[in-house]
Nanobody
Framework: QVQLVESGGGSVQSGGSLRLSCAVF????????MGWFRQAPGREREGVAA???????SYADSVKGRFTISQDNAKNTMYLQMNSLKPEDTAMYYC????????????????????WGKGTLVTISS
């Protein structure tokens, strides 16, 4: 059974930083697309960043230059380093994973995500 567990959320002031972690358990395929999504109150869920098992990355325009997605294969963990945070970054952040068929398909809002974590809350105050 595949499980994804997020951690690292919290409350910081505008301009601050947070690092989210997503520990992956039970995923046995070597090819994977993983990503971070977020959902703010009253808004639809949106993709934030994605990374494939070759290390290719993709970002939403709203976070480019501020957020960095990475992975540590030895620890089966994905990270999202978030810098220069803004109040509009306030949301529940979810990590997700799905089989990656290769090529350039592992992008933000990848529709092949099969597994989701329960989320971690990020709150940015002005």
């Amino acid at each position: 059974q595949v499980q994804l567990v997020e951690s690292g959320g919290g409350s910081v002031q505008s301009g601050g930083s947070l690092r989210l972690s997503c520990a992956v358990f039970g995923y046995t395929y070597s090819s994977v697309c993983m990503g971070w999504f977020r959902q703010a109150p009253g808004r639809e869920r949106e993709g934030v960043a994605a990374i494939d098992s070759d290390g290719g990355t993709s970002y939403a325009d709203s976070v480019k230059g501020r957020f960095t997605i990475s992975q540590d294969n030895a620890k089966n963990t994905m990270y999202l380093q978030m810098n220069s945070l803004k109040p509009e970054d306030t949301a529940m952040y979810y990590c997700a994973a799905g089989f990656w068929w290769g090529g350039s398909s592992c992008r933000v809002n990848y529709d092949g995500m099969d597994y989701w974590g329960k989320g971690t809350l990020v709150t940015i105050s002005s």
